[in-house]
């Protein structure tokens, strides 16, 4: 079921890309001057959308991003109340996408990241003690305290984990969600390891988790998050009639993407430097100017003047 909705989500990205790369208008509406987006909460949203960000903002573009439930997010694109969505995971939103997609109420823009795991995980000696698969989690219930950890409420793979203890599956029934922040979930994964206590939680990269926490990615339960660890793609969705009414923004949109150890990077200066989201995204670029060369290509500033000059002069290369 996720898979074969999954898989509709990515044929209709493959069409849009077949027909996205006409050539940018020479200027906008100022109806696109402002580039309304969403972020669920979640770290690495934030750090794409601050790297986006800095880009629109050189290119003469202002970005509102508002913090919306995932749920809420794909309400807003379908009734044209923000633009666009950098966090699409498939196949975990697999079955929200595929049904605004069939109706025509969003537009599959790019995939702007690849091959990610997002599973279940434990920390490392947890896994030493045996603790390999979803399947083992069962037989010691009472080291779990039947909880497993995840993030904020309405969150698709927090539906997935719902669905296994609702049904049973893998032994969970009976077992608890416990649902909150991504920062609150994490700091009971520390303290969990700190106190050498067992706990099984949701994990994925791009996330500096895989770099601060030993841990161990959880096989099986590839009903609900799909094969190899949950290997997942991330979608940029914009509503429908974006590209057709902003076109430069549109091809903007459809060239960016982003790499796992970008992401860890931006994050860790958020999460563990306390970074402003903003300034770790910029200094991120300023030391890697080249990323943006294959984003810019075709693409002016919104008045129509050379993108790529423009995003050059504020990132100082």
């Not at 949203?45 to 573009?61: K, Q």
């Not at 595929?98 to 702007?112: I, S």
Request: hydrophobic residues 45%.
């Amino acid at each position: 079921m996720i898979r074969t909705a999954a898989a509709t989500c990515l044929a209709a990205l493959a069409v849009a890309l077949g027909s996205a790369l006409a050539p940018a208008g020479a200027a906008e509406p100022e109806s696109c001057a402002t580039v309304r987006m969403s972020d669920p909460g979640w770290t690495d949203i934030t750090s794409t959308n601050a790297l986006l960000g800095t880009v629109l903002s050189a290119l003469g573009y202002e970005q509102d991003v508002e913090t919306l439930s995932v749920p809420i997010t794909y309400e807003s694109l379908k009734n044209d109340e923000i633009d666009a969505f950098l966090g699409s995971w498939q196949p975990a939103h697999a079955s929200m996408l595929k049904a605004v997609l069939e109706a025509n109420e969003v537009e599959v823009l790019n995939k702007n990241l690849s091959g990610i795991r997002f599973t279940l995980a434990v920390p490392a000696h947890v896994a030493a003690a045996g603790v390999k698969s979803v399947d083992d989690l069962a037989a010691h219930a009472d080291k779990f305290e039947k909880k497993i950890y995840g993030i904020d409420p309405g969150a698709a793979a927090n539906l997935n984990i719902l669905k296994m203890i609702e049904q049973g599956s893998h032994g969970l029934g009976g077992w608890e969600l416990v649902e909150s922040s991504e920062q609150a979930m994490l700091a009971q994964v520390d303290r969990a390891v700190r106190r050498d206590e067992w706990v099984v939680f949701l994990g994925w990269e791009p996330h500096p988790m895989n770099l601060k926490l030993d841990m161990t990615y959880l096989s099986g339960a590839e009903e609900v998050f799909g094969p190899n660890f949950g290997a997942s793609d991330v979608l940029t969705l914009g509503r429908t009639g974006l590209a057709a009414e902003c076109p430069n923004l549109g091809r903007l949109l459809r060239q960016v993407t982003f790499t796992v150890d970008m992401e860890n990077e931006i994050m860790a200066a958020i999460l563990d430097q306390g970074a402003d989201p903003e300034d770790a995204a910029a200094a991120w670029l300023k030391a890697h100017p080249q990323t943006v060369e294959p984003w810019l290509a075709g693409v002016t500033t919104r008045d129509g003047g050379d993108g790529f000059q423009a995003v050059r002069s504020v990132l100082g290369s």
